[in-house]
Structures are given as structure tokens and as C-alpha cells.
């Protein structure tokens, strides 16, 4: 059996289209020849694909398809938000386009079309996709509410630019609010407003977003979030959850918490609130189960301890 020729340098490492190819040289007969996997309908994959990522996965599919943009479940993944959405781990790759065209129809996509302004399409590393605060009005049809908030205070949240190498939110509230009303009538849009009520600059991340919102469904006052807190002199904190009235703070340990150094900065953190006069709660993954009961009560308690009483 002849061995097919090699494909370009340049086609070697991920998908890539039937024009691409021919552009750079490749025949007819070696596009079509059956060693050479095609995923959809004017895309063609290497023989041996290692592992390129999502992004170059998915640019041959918006290249072949006129107008079109990642967005939905495949932005969401391409910009790495935190949240749960259904269905996001599926293998169809979403493309959409404007609703003046027709629904994207091929094997191994999932297509939409809607109405898009200009600014509602950016590029990533050269792949057209709809910019974060569209990915998260159309994440809403499928979003709950509270798993909507996360992925809109993970978009206001204010950067570190010392360990982040940015100093700007990915989006502000005011921009949020305006694609809402841009979008009238949108499926999902009705969560997605009373999410956006419930964002609040300064969570880090998912979990201490979920934590915020239970505490306060429970009855909770509403916490600081990331307060720059003065334990005493030259000694300055920022637990995650504060309040700072009855000097109780929250704090998350997510899996990094397990590694040596880590424990012992927690320690050392643990002491200085201490010292300070101040409950530091402590809260894992098992205290989110359940609707973070287990997070709650802890929490509930402390503020008790120093001085909070419920409303009834």
C-alpha cells in the first residue's frame, strides 16, 4: 500500500480546512484520500493529532462556516470561566452567527444564530469568539442563577497585577447591565438580571462566590469580600469573607491548602487573627455539600460567639 505524503509543517499539529490545504500545496487526491480523517464537511484532520488544545480545534469550524464566532458552552470553556454549565464537557463544538444567516448545520457543531453588535465579537489567539460578557448572556438559557453570579463576579472581580499580569476587570457591572439591554427578550435573560443583582466585586473565586450567596440566603449579614484587614501593627490580612463588626472572617482552603508551605502559612494566618481578637473560619470543599450547610452553621456560630444576633 503507497504511504500517503506527508502533510505541510504547518498542517501537521491540528485541524485545519480544505482551502488551507490547498493553498498550501496539498493535491486533491491527498485530501481525500480515507487515511485522512475528516471531521466535518471542508475540515480535515492530521493522521497522527497530538494534542492542540480546544482553540485550534475549533478555528477550522468557524473558518468554513461564513460569519460565524465559538461562543455558547465551546467560549465558555476557550475564556476558562468557573461555573457549572450542563453539558459543557460535550464534544460539539458551538459556532454562531448572525440571525440575518442560516443556523450553522454539520457534523460535530452545535449552531446558533442571534442578533450581534460589532463589540460583541473579539478574536483569541486568532479565533473569532464572542467576547465574555456575550458568553455570559448567552450562557443564561442554561445557567441557574447562582452558577450565573459566579461567572459575573469572576468577570468584575479587580486583578492582582503582580500575580496576574493584568490590572483591569474582564468586565465591568455597567457593561453587563447594557448587554442585558441590548438583548431584551433573550432566552435565560430574566436569570441572568437577577444574577447580575447579585454580583459583587472581590470574589476570587467560585467557591467563595457559592459561599456569599448561602450565607446570606441563610439569613447572614452580607460580608466583605477580600478586605485589606489591620490585625495590629505592620500585620495586615485579606480573609475572603469578613465582618469586621463582629470580627469574624471566612476563608476557603481549596486543594493548594494541602501542601506543606501552604499549611504552614495558614497556621501563622490562623495565629494572627487569634491574636487579634478574631474568629477565622475555616472551610473546605466537604462544607460546601449540601447547599454549604456545614459552611453556614460554622459561620452562623462564630457570629454568635462575637455579639450577632439574628432578626427574626
Known sequence: MKIPRPLPA?????PFTFREALDAGVSYRRLRHRGLPAPSR??????LLSEPGLGPLVRPFTLVTEFSAASHATAFRLWAMPGFLPGS?????????????????????AG?????????????????????ARTWLD????????????????LIRRPRLELEGRGEAY???????EMLDRHKGTPGIRKARLALEQARVGADSAPETRLRLALERAGLPEPLLNPPTGLRA?????????????????????????EAEQIVRDIAREEDFSRAGWRLVRLSKRHMANDARSSVAKVSAALLDHGWAPRH
Open 42 to 47: 471542508g475540515v480535515r484532520s492530521p493522521e
Open 112 to 132: 446558533h444564530v442571534g442578533q450581534f453588535f460589532a463589540d460583541e465579537i473579539t478574536s483569541l489567539d486568532g479565533l473569532l469568539i464572542t467576547t465574555r
Open 10 to 14: 504547518g498542517l501537521a499539529a491540528a
Open 139 to 154: 450562557l443564561s438559557r442554561r445557567m441557574s442563577i447562582d452558577e450565573l453570579t459566579v461567572v459575573a463576579d469572576h
Open 89 to 109: 464537557d460535550g464534544p460539539l463544538i458551538h459556532i454562531s452567527r448572525p440571525d440575518t444567516h442560516a443556523i450553522p448545520r454539520r457534523t460535530g457543531v
Open 234 to 258: 505592620g500585620v495586615v490580612r485579606q480573609p475572603d469573607l469578613a465582618y469586621p463588626d463582629y470580627r469574624v472572617a471566612a476563608e476557603y482552603d481549596g486543594d493548594g491548602h494541602s
Open 171 to 177: 468586565a465591568g457591572l455597567a457593561e453587563l447591565a
